[in-house]
Each structure stands twice: as C-alpha cells, then as structure tokens.
C-alpha cells in the first residue's frame, strides 16, 4: 500500500524568508509522480509543483521548488521569498500510474507566513 | 479550458434527508475522483472513476452513498439518509496520467 507522511502540521515563516516542507512516502512502485498542493482558506485545492520519478532533476517553479530523494523516499517542498498569500494548507501527494492514476494525499501541513 | 464544475456550492440538510451533488471534469480527463474533506484533515478518496468504470471504491460508505459516471463525462455523488459525520467539503477532481488531479471548489455540506 501507498502511503504519504508530513510529520510538520504546523509551520509559520516570516514574509520573505524561506521554508521547507517535509513529505516522506512509501511505494514498491518504481514510475510514480509526487505533487505538492496549496488549499487556501477558500478550500480549493491547487496544484503547485509535480516531480516525474524517473526525472533526477528536480521541479521549480518561480518560487516553489523541490528535494526529490527517490532512494530516501523524500519529497520536501522549498518557498522562496515567502508572501503572505502563500499562507494555506499544504499537501503532498502521490500518483501511480499502472493500476489507473490512484492518488494518495498526505495530512498536510498548515503554513502560516508572518508579517 | 474550462476546470473542474461542481454544484451546488453550498448545502445545509438535515440528518435522515437525502442530497445529491454534480461534477463536470474537464473534457478528456478520463479519470475521476470524489474526495471527502472534514475540516483540519486532508481528502479521504471516495470512489474513483476510469471513464464509466470504478477503479477503487474501498472507502464509500456502501449503505448510504452512491456514485455513477453517466457515459464517462458527468458525474455525481448521492448520500441518502445523510448523517451528522457526513458534514464535510466534498470535492471532485479529474486528470490525466502524470498530470496530477485538477480539482472543482468543492461542495460544502452541512447536516444538523
């Protein structure tokens, strides 16, 4: 069975500064995508940043990018210049893909940026 | 291109009723997924549709939800009798292989 662990539930950055997300999960599976979501206080879940297992490098985009340790099993997600729209509910998430794209969601991470 | 369409946005019933809810993924997702979300906690997958057939429906509540994928585009999910522990955000999302899930805003349930 597919598992996804954030042992973080709560972490507040100062406005600018930089934080990290921890995610961990567990799989047999060697293909698989991971994704990192941000649900706002609005509820809607909205996709951040995807990493593809069989790609070493690892994602960015603008602000957010990602630690992918495919032998440590390790998924951290890394905001940069922290703004106070980034305040939300943050998910990490898991994706395989040879049994119909079943997805696993973590129990999330509640951030809170400061002013 | 248009996302994920869920109705209604918001719905008070009360325990023992009925209510249905609706979702129009986007066009050509194949995939589709019904997600319960209670406050503080991330969405339980409900029922998980691969065009018209269930791919995994391990955590539907049999005795008192439902869900159909009618012709492989709409879908929708029915609680019938509704129970206080069924208040919750359910959400609808849809994707492709590797694309993630592309999720609606949600229906927001509310039983007393």
């Not at chain 1, 950055?13 to 990290?20: G, K, L, N, S, Y």
């Not at chain 2, 997702?29 to 979300?37: E, M, N, R, V």
């Not at chain 2, 009618?70 to 208040?87: H, M, R």
């Amino acid at each position: 069975a597919q598992t996804v662990t954030q042992s973080q539930p709560e972490m507040s950055v100062q406005e600018a500064e930089t934080v990290t997300l921890s995610c961990t999960y567990d799989t047999s599976e060697n293909n698989y995508y991971l994704f990192w979501y941000k649900q706002p206080p609005s509820r809607q879940m909205i996709l951040v940043i995807r990493q593809e297992a069989y790609k070493q490098q690892n994602a960015t985009e603008n602000r957010f990018s990602v630690n992918f340790q495919k032998a440590a099993k390790s998924f951290s997600l890394k905001i940069s210049d922290s703004q106070l729209g980034d305040t939300a509910m943050y998910f990490c998430a898991f994706m395989r893909t040879n049994t119909g794209n079943q997805f696993y969601f973590g129990t999330g991470t509640s951030l809170t940026v400061i002013p | 291109e248009a996302g994920v369409a869920q109705s209604p946005r918001y719905k008070i019933i009360e325990k023992r009723q009925s209510v249905a809810f609706w979702c129009n993924p986007i066009s050509g997702h194949a995939t589709l997924y019904w997600y319960q979300q209670i406050l503080g906690q991330g969405p339980k997958l409900l029922i998980q549709f691969q065009n018209n057939g269930v791919v995994d429906d391990s955590q539907l509540p049999k005795d008192r939800f439902s869900a159909e994928r009618l012709k492989g585009v709409d879908s929708t999910l029915k609680i019938q009798p509704a129970k206080l522990e069924d208040s919750a955000v359910y959400l609808c999302a849809s994707s492709l292989v590797g694309w993630g899930a592309f999720f609606g805003q949600g229906t927001r349930l509310t039983v007393v």
